[in-house]
């Protein structure tokens, strides 16, 4: 069964930020699996930028470029 680029974008930005609290693009790049042509960044950005309204990663500064923990995984893993 074939995942949606954009679907393991998303959850491989999670688990990075799960597993190390931060990270950056070229990290983000190196860990996905990703069977044919890697994303753009273009592409891994607007994920990612996804993922911060949604609560899930954040960032320092709206232009920052290292990725961290969101709320919404913060209180994911206190649940555990």
């Known amino acids: 069964m074939s995942e949606h680029r954009a679907t393991e974008v998303a959850t491989t930005a999670i688990l990075l930020a799960n597993d190390t609290g931060e990270f950056r693009l070229p990290e983000l790049k190196e860990r ?4 044919d042509e890697i994303p753009s960044d273009s592409t891994l950005r607007l994920v990612l930028r996804q993922l911060e309204e949604s609560g899930w990663l954040e ?4 232009e920052g470029r290292i990725w961290y923990r969101g709320d919404k995984l913060a209180q994911f893993q206190n649940a555990r």
């Open 32 to 35: 996905l699996e990703i069977s």
């Open 59 to 62: 960032r320092t500064h709206p």
